[in-house]
């Protein structure tokens, strides 16, 4: 990896993740390297762990929000 990832939480929304990040297993096998990509925090994407925007129709509102 080459550039620190960075995570900022959206109001409402995904958690945007940018640079270069491994996804492990419980072993410790690295199964895909991503860069540049939002999770849901909603629980309502088709697409998880990753946001496909599902919490725009489901009216999704953070705690504290």
């Known amino acids: ?5 960075t ?3 959206k109001a409402n929304g995904s958690i945007r993740v ?8 419980a072993e410790g096998k690295v199964i ?9 925090r ?3 994407s ?6 496909d ?3 725009r129709d489901a009216g999704f509102e953070a705690p504290g929000n």
Do not use: A, N, Q, W
Request: hydrophobic share 20%; net charge negative.
């Open 53 to 55: 925007g599902s919490h």
């Open 32 to 40: 895909e390297t991503k860069s540049d990509f939002s999770l849901c």
């Open 18 to 25: 940018t640079g270069e990040v491994d996804f492990v297993d």
């Open 7 to 9: 995570m900022r939480i």
């Open 42 to 44: 909603c629980g309502h």
């Open 1 to 5: 990896m080459s550039d620190k990832p």
């Open 46 to 51: 088709k697409d998880k762990p990753y946001c």
